[in-house]
Nanobody, 121 residues
Framework: QVQLAESGGGLVLPGGSLRLSCAAS????????MSWYRQTPGKQREVVAS?????????SYADAVKGRFTISRDSAIRTMYLQMNSLKPDDTAVYYC?????????????WGQGTQVTVSS
């Protein structure tokens, strides 16, 4: 069973920085993609940043965070990161990590439990 555990959320002033971590544990098959999503009350969960492992690790970002957020991973310790700089109040949300894997001809998806990020003065 694969488990994802996020950490690093908290309260930060506008213009500040946070780094989120997502540690994966369990038996993980071939990883296709890793992503960070966020969700605010009453809104759909939206993708923030992704790494396409099956395509040379190409990264992509939502327009709202381009130039401010950076997604990365350390495959040796099975951890993914989201470095968030120049944070704005609109970045306030619960952030979730997401993993898509492939095994035996099937795709599998996994979610973390979420970590709260609050940007406020």
């Amino acid at each position: 069973q694969v488990q994802l555990a996020e950490s690093g959320g908290g309260l930060v002033l506008p213009g500040g920085s946070l780094r989120l971590s997502c540690a994966a544990s369990g038996s993980i098959a071939s990883i296709i993609a890793m992503s960070w999503y966020r969700q605010t009350p009453g809104k759909q969960r939206e993708v923030v940043a992704s790494i396409n492992i099956s395509n040379d690790g190409i990264t992509s970002y939502a327009d709202a965070v381009k130039g401010r957020f950076t997604i990365s991973r350390d495959s040796a310790i099975r951890t993914m990161y989201l470095q968030m700089n120049s944070l704005k109040p609109d970045d306030t949300a619960v952030y979730y990590c997401f993993l898509r894997t492939y095994s035996g001809g099937r795709l599998y998806t996994y979610w973390g439990q979420g970590t709260q990020v609050t940007v406020s003065s």
